[in-house]
């Protein structure tokens, strides 16, 4: 079993910034993409942003150009910085990892989700 680790969740008036931390309890040596997703109530969950082992990234259009997601690799942790946060930012924000196995097996894990509050 693989554990995600959140923390940096909390409430923040319109406009402030707060930081998003995750571990993984493994460290990977195959490929994996490791990011955020979140859930408000009454929506499904959506992509916030996730990086891939060679540095890529992939936006929710919502979040472009406000959020920006980064990985340390020793530590199989990435940090998601959210920057101009607004009331439809408010969500349970959850960590996901997904991990290349051998014969072409992909894994997928997720944190238990932090709650991120907005205030307007």
């Known amino acids: 079993q693989v554990q995600l680790v959140e923390s940096g969740g909390g409430l923040v008036q319109a406009g402030g910034s707060l930081r998003l931390s995750c571990a993984a309890s493994?460290?990977?040596?195959?490929?994996?993409?490791m990011g955020w997703y979140r859930q408000a109530p009454g929506k499904q969950r959506e992509l916030v942003a996730t990086i891939t082992t060679d540095g890529t990234t992939t936006y929710g259009e919502s979040v472009k150009g406000r959020f920006t997601i980064s990985r340390d690799r020793a530590k199989n942790a990435v940090d998601l910085q959210m920057d101009s946060l607004n009331p439809e930012d408010t969500a349970v924000y959850y960590c996901?990892?997904?991990?290349?196995?051998?014969?072409?097996?992909?894994?997928?894990?997720w944190g238990q989700g932090t709650q991120v509050t907005v205030s307007s």
């Open positions: 996901y990892l997904m991990v290349n196995r051998p014969y072409g097996r992909k894994d997928d894990y």
């Open positions: 493994r460290i990977f040596v195959t490929s994996n993409s």
